[in-house]
Each structure stands twice: as C-alpha cells, then as structure tokens.
C-alpha cells in the first residue's frame, strides 16, 4: 500500500508519518491495542497518535479507526480479490448518473466557444489525458493552454485574466501542485472543474463543478496495478462531447 496520498497536504512530521505507517500495517490489531498501545509500538507519546487524527481531519482515534478501516481492507481486496477484474465495469459504474446540471454546467464552459481559454492542468499519469483533451479541444476550435508540475508557475499565473474556466484531473484529489492552481484560480473567480476519484478529496470540495469517476484502487498512488480511472477519464470526456454536439 502507497501512503504518499493519504499524508499529501497534512504537514505530518516524521513521527506522525511512522506512527501512521504502524497503523495501516497493523490495522487488525489497532481496535484491542487503544492510543497508548499504539504510542508505545511507535516510541510517540498518546498526545502525538491524537495530534495525527486530528491532521488527518479525523475528530480522535476511534473516528480514525473507523474510518480508515474500510479504504484499507477494500484496498486489500481489490489487490488479491479475482472477483473485480476490468471488464466487471461499465460506463454506468464508472461515472455514476451526471445530473443534467453537471453535463450542461460542463460542456458550457469547456465546449463552448469563447474569446477566453479552458486552462487544463494536471502531472503523473492525469498529464497524459489532459494532453489528449487539449489537442481535440484545439480540432474542436476551442481556445486551450496545458500546463504540468514541469512548467514555470508564470504559464498560469501570467494568463489568469484570460483563462475562463480551469480544468484539472487528479486520481486522488490530492496531488499538492495540481491543489495549489486550483486555490489560486477559484480565488481569482476563475471557474474551476475538478475530474477526480469518487471519494471525498479537496479538489472535489473546492471545485465549482466536480466530476467523480471510478478508482477501484484508490489507495495505489504510484499506478501499479489495473485500473479504469484514466481510461475513463477520456471516456467520459467524450461521452459528455457527445451531449454537447446533440444540442446541434
């Protein structure tokens, strides 16, 4: 299991990163050992495991507990379990059902055309979708800037005033460069539209427009293992450019 997401954005120190750590690994054992149990395994203080809940937006240890628990053994599941392959999936499962707000609000800003730009962001594996909607949204004669963690902070910050809506996709939601645009842009009354896991995360609470898409492997940061979120990232993209030419 990649711990990197689940302490993306927290400022944990390097205590409160091994005692998370100690927790996942012994998530069956963590209920009958209690705070100071846990304390004492990881050379902390019983002040130190509550100060992680609480970083972690968690109200103490128990709601920790619980509340980790299940993320940890589906992740256990799905990495063992035969019974979800790929092709258990359909279109329905992966994006669930859009309201028609969410599919209009979408291709409004993202479709049509406008003296102002859709500027797409994204890094790791997100870049790769996020280059393919750039380039047919540039066929479809729709004004469009890319950028990725690589670039200079100036290819944002320089065309804020002619960027209309902002688009960005993060697996995880919490990809600390991508979070980052997207508070400058919403704080410079930039629409903002977040593609990312279906589960809670920042960049879906902080988006104007959020659109959920099935991870089956929510915890797999690096992408090892098989997965349908960026395949179904593009097949959403074009499922909603499909509702968009209907109205023609």
């Not at 004492?40 to 968690?58: D, E, F, H, M, Q």
């Not at 930039?190 to 959920?212: E, F, K």
């Amino acid at each position: 299991m990649d711990f990197n997401k689940l302490m993306t954005g927290k400022n944990l120190t390097n205590l409160e990163e091994n005692i998370l750590k100690y927790f996942i690994e012994n998530i069956n054992e963590i209920q009958d050992m209690g705070v100071r149990d846990v304390a004492k395994a990881t050379y902390a203080s019983p002040a130190s495991v509550i100060r992680l809940s609480k970083k972690l937006g968690y109200t103490g240890f128990t709601d920790m507990y619980y509340s980790l628990l299940p993320i940890i053994k589906k992740s256990e599941v799905d990495v063992y379990s035969s019974k979800n392959t790929i092709l258990d999936y359909n279109f329905s499962t992966i994006a669930g059902q859009l309201s028609e707000d969410k599919i209009n609000n979408f291709n409004e800003k993202i479709f049509k055309k406008s003296k102002k730009y859709v500027f797409i962001y994204a890094t790791g594996f997100s870049k790769i979708i996020s280059e393919y909607i750039y380039k047919k949204l540039l066929v479809l004669g729709r004004k469009a800037i890319i950028s990725s963690g690589s670039d200079s902070i100036g290819v944002f910050e320089n065309n804020l005033e002619d960027i209309g809506a902002m688009l960005v996709i993060s697996k995880s939601g919490e990809t600390e460069q991508v979070y980052n645009k997207l508070l400058t842009a919403s704080e410079a009354d930039i629409y903002t539209i977040s593609v990312t896991q279906d589960s809670d995360n920042r960049m879906a609470l902080l988006s104007d427009l959020n659109l959920p898409v099935k991870d089956i492997h929510q915890l797999d940061d690096r992408n090892m293992l098989p997965n349908i979120f960026f395949p179904s990232v593009l097949l959403l993209f074009e499922f909603l450019l499909e509702k968009h030419l209907e109205q023609f």
